[in-house]
């Protein structure tokens, strides 16, 4: 860290990269931290955690004893321990005998996207309720024919206000806050609906995994998905930056080019024409843009790609990596798969050998530069290099199982919850440590034995 803070005073590094380096250093040392402590108020397992988008201060958590609470991060409610360990209590609590509480577990809290004055709930109770903030109470609500496991609005969006819902039903469900009601119905998955996952790059494009196996995307202009992720369909490795394929087309475009006008004409090959006076290729060309053609319209919808799956079983657990173009699945099998959006193709990265729930949802983290992804692995929370599949970190805490990771990149904190009701925080290593280190490091070199 001190050799990125010289180089920063001498200018060898700019602005962005040398904050981009310190928030990787920080998040590859965390650890349980020792002065900052969430005060959960929740009587049953702890099932989400989300902080608002706008300012990364409150967290809202939803648990299985149909409660949900939200705590300031940034600002202890009291101290303990001589002032060194911060007390985080709820700011508020809607419990299970709210007038307008929900009846059954909550699996799902969110936050509105760009307010703290909203806030989102799914239950088991087959409702998704939109609360408001400052009074506590429901503004609008939602019925659907199963229970809710997951909720999403997009982070991105502009031109709409839409949730999309997952339950136990096969179909998925937009709601719409602004006018109170279900604006679509996706249909194309042949059971319940586990995850849900804007995108990151695009307020159109929702992505979706259920109990059958198979990772949808929607465009939610049209009707039908249009694609199906296929695991047997790969690419090995990562894609290349936009940087270097642009370098790669400029130079395969000069060296086509160096060739010259007669180079070219003398290497064209001669081409036969058919009765009507059209050439073969031309012909051969029409026929690949016609099929081309036919297969945009619903290739989801196609019997072969209707039929793929991304997993052996559930898929329980999506993220989008912050820059849009790559997608991290958890399956009830045990798997985690890292997928190129682009293409679709699942890109072979081994992740060692982890257990996962099988039986809920479990949510997914990834760090702010995608190099770090937070999986829960039953009791114990694991830290993946995301390209390598490598285990980075094992995070132990908890007691039982371990539901869901929430990564808040203001502090470079991370938050794990699970069936202990306990709302854990690892942070960083703190600064003030290593300098006392080496303060006592330097006081020992320069004492001496005079006496004052």
Request: aromatic residues 8%; charged residues 20%.
């Amino acid at each position: 860290m001190w050799k990125e803070i010289g180089d920063r005073e001498f200018g060898k590094l700019r602005t962005n990269l040398f904050r981009n380096r310190i928030k990787s250093a920080r998040i590859s040392s965390i650890q349980l931290s020792n002065y900052k402590d969430i005060i959960s108020p929740h009587r049953g397992s702890v099932n989400s955690l989300q902080v608002d988008l706008t300012e990364g201060r409150y967290l809202l958590s939803s648990a299985s004893d149909a409660s949900v609470a939200v705590y300031d991060v940034q600002r202890a409610t009291d101290y303990d321990g001589s002032g060194l360990i911060a007390k985080h209590k709820h700011i508020f609590l809607v419990e299970k005998q709210h007038e307008q509480g929900h009846k059954y577990a909550i699996s799902t809290a969110i936050w509105y996207p760009i307010d703290t004055g909203l806030f989102i709930t799914g239950s088991y109770d087959y409702y998704v309720n939109v609360w408001d903030t400052n009074t506590t109470q429901v503004v609008i609500n939602f019925k659907l024919p199963g229970k809710v496991y997951k909720t999403a609005m997009s982070p991105v969006a502009t031109s709409h206000m839409l949730i999309a819902a997952g339950s136990e039903d096969v179909q998925v469900r937009l709601c719409d806050i602004s006018s109170g009601a279900f604006a679509h119905t996706l249909s194309g998955h042949r059971d319940g609906v586990m995850s849900v996952e804007w995108s990151a790059s695009s307020e159109w494009v929702l992505v979706t995994g259920g109990c059958d196996g198979a990772i949808r995307f929607w465009d939610i202009r049209r009707a039908g998905c249009f694609r199906v992720l296929d695991q047997s369909h790969s690419q090995l490795g990562r894609r290349p930056t936009l940087l270097t394929r642009s370098t790669a087309n400029k130079s395969s475009t000069l060296k086509s080019s160096s060739g010259g006008p007669s180079s070219s004409a003398k290497g064209r090959p001669s081409q036969k024409k058919m009765g009507n006076g059209v050439s073969i290729k031309q012909s051969a060309i029409a026929r690949q843009v016609r099929g081309a053609g036919k297969q945009r319209l619903h290739p989801g919808m196609l019997s072969s790609q209707d039929r793929a799956t991304a997993h052996y079983g559930a898929v329980n657990g999506l993220k989008v990596t912050n820059d849009g173009m790559y997608l991290l699945s958890a399956g009830s099998d045990s798997r985690l798969r890292l997928w190129d959006i682009e293409s679709g193709c699942n890109t072979l990265v081994n992740y060692e050998t982890s257990r996962l729930q099988a039986t809920k949802a479990i949510q997914l983290a990834i760090s702010h530069d995608s190099t770090l992804a937070f999986v829960p692995c039953m009791s114990t929370t694991k830290a993946f290099d995301l390209w390598s599949g490598k285990t980075m970190m094992d995070l132990r805490g908890h007691y039982e199982n371990v539901n869901c990771c929430l990564y808040n990149s203001l502090d470079q904190e991370l938050y794990t919850s699970g069936n202990d009701r306990k709302i854990l925080v690892w942070s960083p290593r703190e600064v003030t440590t290593e300098l006392e280190e080496r303060d006592g490091q330097a006081f020992a070199i320069d004492q001496d034995n005079w006496s004052d």
